[in-house]
Nanobody, 126 residues
Framework: QVQLVESGGGLVRPGDSLRVSCVASGGTLSGYATAWFRQAPGKEREFVAGYSRTGGYTYYGDSVKGRFTISRDSGKTTVFLQMNNLKPEDTAVYLC???????????????????WGQGTHVTVSS
């Protein structure tokens, strides 16, 4: 069973960049689709970015396209989310998720994922 632990969150100013990481233990992420979701206070959980289980294909939520990049290390144990040009509305808890058998049409659906981390807080404020 895979365990996921996020890190790298913090307080940044609008326009800054930040990279958050998700480390898997108990196995590699080979064969898993992985994704980042976020949840702001009082709001529903939102899909941010996803990485296909077969590798090489990435998907993004409309609000972050062109600013955020999801990637995975060659050892397939860590997933990164590089966030550029951060805005106050990006403030949220960022959660990493992994799942087997996630098809392309479901990659943005939180119900498709079996494993979740606890999240890392990102605050964007001047």
């Amino acid at each position: 069973q895979v365990q996921l632990v996020e890190s790298g969150g913090g307080l940044v100013r609008p326009g800054d960049s930040l990279r958050v990481s998700c480390v898997a233990s108990g196995g590699t992420l080979s064969g898993y689709a992985t994704a980042w979701f976020r949840q702001a206070p009082g709001k529903e959980r939102e899909f941010v970015a996803g990485y296909s289980r077969t590798g090489g294909y990435t998907y993004y939520g409309d609000s972050v396209k062109g600013r955020f990049t999801i990637s995975r290390d060659s050892g397939k144990t860590t997933v990164f989310l590089q966030m550029n040009n951060l805005k106050p509305e990006d403030t949220a808890v960022y959660l990493c998720a992994a799942g087997r058998g996630v098809i392309t049409s479901s990659i943005g659906s939180q119900t498709a994922y079996n494993y979740w981390g606890q999240g890392t807080h990102v605050t964007v404020s001047s």
